[in-house]
């Protein structure tokens, strides 16, 4: 089945240091996203990739930052993880363009913080 | 901006009976509307859309949900919960920007099932 695939699902990491958790989709959608979410709380916007554009949120730290190296394969990178990032990184895709089409996620990648 | 707001952050029901989840969205264009449902520890999935017609929309799962305009309101219902729709469940408005399309999520709303 075509699908979001995030990896890993689990990431325990210590205080400042780097972390890059991996996204990748057989859908062959145009845009992929990364999301934010702590716990009991919604998922929030951290940037997406329009082909190959970036556009980042305004609110989002500078620590965070992401690459896509190809269509399939998207990456979230966490320089120097804080207690405040542990949460729950959601990745989805969509086509984008005139109409708005739903999101298909991913399982999400938890991140902890030591 | 676009918003959306979820009034209800926690509902319990038992199971077997109905269930409605409100939603309002705040947007100035015609709105783009979904409803997604989130299982602990789990990504989120797409329970049903509205993008125009008809304003009664027919989901997944036994799930529909009504588009009012004039309260600005996309509420979800089933009429018979099952033990198995435990979870939160998200609202959602998208957007459509040229630098892509977005989507912005209520707070939630987490529902409890009684047997």
């Known amino acids: 089945d075509a699908m979001v695939i995030q990896n890993p699902r689990y990431q325990v990491t210590q205080f400042g240091k780097p972390v890059t958790l991996s996204c990748s989709q057989t859908?062959?959608?145009?845009?992929m996203y990364w999301y934010q979410q702590k716990s009991s709380q919604a998922p929030k916007l951290l940037f997406h990739?329009?082909?190959?554009?970036?556009?980042n949120e305004a609110d989002t730290p500078d620590n965070f930052q992401s690459r896509r190296p190809n269509t399939s394969f998207c990456f979230l990178d966490i320089r120097s993880p804080g207690l405040g990032d542990a949460a729950m990184y959601l990745c989805?895709?969509?086509?984008?363009?005139?109409?708005?089409?739903?999101?298909?996620f991913g399982e999400g990648s938890r991140l902890t913080v030591l | 901006a676009q918003s959306v707001t979820q009034p209800d952050i926690h509902i319990t029901v038992s199971e077997g009976a109905s269930l409605e989840l409100r939603c309002n969205y705040s947007?100035?264009?015609?709105?783009?509307l979904f409803w997604y449902v989130q299982s602990p520890g789990q990504g989120l999935q797409l329970l049903l859309k509205?993008?125009?017609?008809?304003?009664l929309v027919q989901g997944i799962k036994g799930f529909e949900a009504e588009f009012k305009r004039s309260q600005s309101s996309f509420n979800l219902r089933k009429p018979s919960v099952h033990w198995s729709d435990a979870a939160e469940y998200f609202c959602?408005?998208?957007?459509?920007?040229?630098?892509?399309?977005?989507?912005?999520f209520g707070g939630g709303t987490r529902v409890l099932v009684k047997p």
């Open positions: 989805a895709t969509s086509f984008g363009g005139r109409a708005v089409g739903e999101l298909f």
């Open positions: 859908l062959n959608h145009n845009v």
């Open positions: 990739y329009y082909d190959k554009d970036f556009n």
């Open positions: 947007y100035g264009a015609t709105p783009y």
């Open positions: 509205y993008f125009s017609g008809d304003t």
């Open positions: 959602a408005v998208g957007v459509i920007k040229a630098a892509g399309n977005k989507l912005t």
